[in-house]
């Protein structure tokens, strides 16, 4: 079976600040990991995903995630917190490619002015 | 690009009656769809994946006969939700993969109220 955790509802941040917003997860085999934000009344957007590779993964607005196979963990990051970053971000992993994703609960992230 | 519209975003209807919503990929082409329900404060949770061509499988827990899956063409899948009941509503969203990208791209949501 595969689980996603995503520990923090909530991840208040000043703006200008670093922010990370944590993942991890439990799957058999490679995992694809994947990023997504959901602005309110808009569908998800695809932030960034980790297939194989560097470690590293840079995606959409800035954003990057490491992967850390050791530590089953894929944690959201950025160097510079912006207000607009303000909403709902989703952790997502799969065994099976872009198939059968399974989401964390998500991390309500406030960047403050 | 990568464009995922869904209609209607939000519907009222009365219980036993029955609702359709359409999610379409605007300007790709999705041999698979899916289907999510989402509630307040919760995760999405996969309902089906919805194949063009053939029948949706879906996951465990979630009435085939109640939530019919339709993938008429390669840019429309329909989710009916038949005999609604109170316990129905929620935020349903579809979403679409293209290619052999391993990114799946999500409508905006309908929301569903069943009174």
């Known amino acids: 079976a595969q689980s996603v955790a995503q520990p923090e509802d909530q991840v208040n941040v000043a703006e200008g600040n670093p922010l990370t917003v944590k993942c991890t997860y439990s799957?058999?085999?490679?995992?694809?990991l994947f990023w997504y934000v959901q602005y309110p009344n808009r569908g998800l957007q695809f932030l960034l995903k980790?297939?194989?590779?560097?470690?590293l993964v840079k995606g959409s607005y800035g954003f990057e995630a490491e992967f850390n196979k050791s530590q089953t963990s894929f944690h959201l990051k950025k160097p510079s917190a912006l207000v607009s970053d303000s909403a709902l971000y989703f952790c997502?992993?799969?065994?099976?490619?872009?198939?059968?994703?399974?989401f964390g609960t998500g991390t309500r992230l406030t960047v403050i002015p | 690009g990568a464009v995922v519209s869904q209609h209607p975003s939000w519907v009222i209807c009365k219980s036993g009656t029955s609702v359709k919503i359409e999610c379409r990929s605007l300007?790709?082409?999705?041999?698979?769809m899916f289907w999510y329900r989402q509630f307040p404060k919760q995760s999405l949770m996969l309902m089906a994946t919805?194949?063009?061509?053939?029948?949706?499988?879906?996951e465990q827990g979630v009435e085939k006969d109640k939530f019919l899956i339709n993938h008429a063409s390669l840019t429309l899948s329909t989710l009916t939700v038949t005999s609604a009941h109170p316990e129905d509503s929620s935020f349903y969203i579809c979403?679409?993969?293209?290619?052999?990208?391993?990114?799946?791209?999500f409508g905006p949501g309908t929301r569903l109220t069943v009174t």
């Open positions: 979403s679409a993969v293209m290619g052999f990208t391993y990114e799946q791209y």
């Open positions: 799957v058999s085999g490679n995992p694809y």
């Open positions: 980790y297939i194989t590779g560097d470690n």
């Open positions: 997502a992993v799969s065994k099976t490619g872009a198939n059968n994703l399974f």
């Open positions: 300007d790709f082409q999705a041999t698979t």
């Open positions: 919805s194949n063009e061509g053939s029948k949706a499988t879906y």
